[in-house]
């Protein structure tokens, strides 16, 4: 079965610095995508990055970059330069079996930026 | 361009009432999918549709849970019979494969999520 585990229920980052996301994954498929979205308070989701599992370099989009490491099975997202309207709840997601393309996400991490 | 819409927004209802939420897709988008989250969780898949075929269902969705998508536009959940245990964020998505990219043989779908409909069942 395929399960994303997220170990961060929480996080504080000061407001400019970086900060890391953890997120492992579990899958028997050969390929998979993996995704990062945000989600803020008012409820809807974000999405932030995308990682193919056949993907030499790790993506970037801006201040979100994705270290991939796949033998270790992690994803984890990096964000450079916090602001103050980054502190939202981050979900990573594995795009499950077959070809529906629907998602499986982890229990988030809770991100508060500090000024 | 307009994104994903859901209504109602936030629905509270009794027990043993029935409701039924509604999703607007982005225009092109063929594949649409219902997720529901849970306080303090991330989404689990519920169902999912290519154009009006329900094509695959989570064991989730109980009997009391049947979704629709016909024409292939808009999508409604409706839930009869609510309980407690059904309050939860109801969140709708959509994507299109023409919009993907190809890695390593995988086609990313990018989901588009909408606001989600809120339910409370007292």
């Known amino acids: 079965a395929q399960k994303i585990t997220q170990t961060q229920p929480g996080m504080f980052v000061q407001e400019k610095e970086a900060v890391t996301l953890d997120c492992t994954y579990d899958t028997s498929d050969p390929s998979y995508g993996l995704f990062w979205y945000k989600q803020p308070s008012s409820g809807e989701m974000i999405f932030l990055i995308y990682q193919g599992s056949y993907d030499q370099q790790n993506a970037t989009e801006g201040r979100y970059s994705l270290n991939f490491q796949k033998a270790r099975k992690s994803a984890n997202l990096v964000i450079s330069a916090s602001q103050l309207g980054d502190s939202a709840m981050y979900f990573c997601?594995?795009?499950?079996?077959?070809?529906?393309?629907?998602?499986?996400f982890g229990q988030g991490t809770t991100l508060q930026v500090k000024p | 361009d307009t994104g994903v819409s859901q209504d109602p927004r936030h629905k509270i209802t009794k027990r043993g009432q029935n409701v039924t939420f509604r999703c607007d897709p982005i225009?092109?988008?063929?594949?649409l999918y219902w997720y529901r989250q849970t306080l303090g969780q991330g989404p689990e898949f519920l169902t999912y549709?290519?154009?009006?075929?329900?094509?695959?269902k989570s064991r989730l969705l109980s009997d009391r849970f049947s979704a629709e998508r016909p024409k292939g536009s808009f999508s409604t959940l409706e839930i009869q019979r609510t309980e407690q245990g059904d309050s939860a964020m109801y969140l709708c998505?959509?994507?299109?494969?023409?919009?993907?990219?190809?890695?390593?043989?995988?086609?990313?779908?990018?989901?588009?999520f909408g606001p989600g409909t809120r339910l409370t069942v007292t």
């Open positions: 998505a959509s994507s299109s494969p023409e919009t993907g990219e190809l890695a390593g043989g995988l086609i990313n779908y990018e989901q588009y």
């Open positions: 997601a594995m795009r499950g079996s077959g070809n529906t393309g629907k998602l499986i």
């Open positions: 549709f290519q154009n009006e075929a329900q094509l695959e």
């Open positions: 225009s092109e988008h063929n594949r």
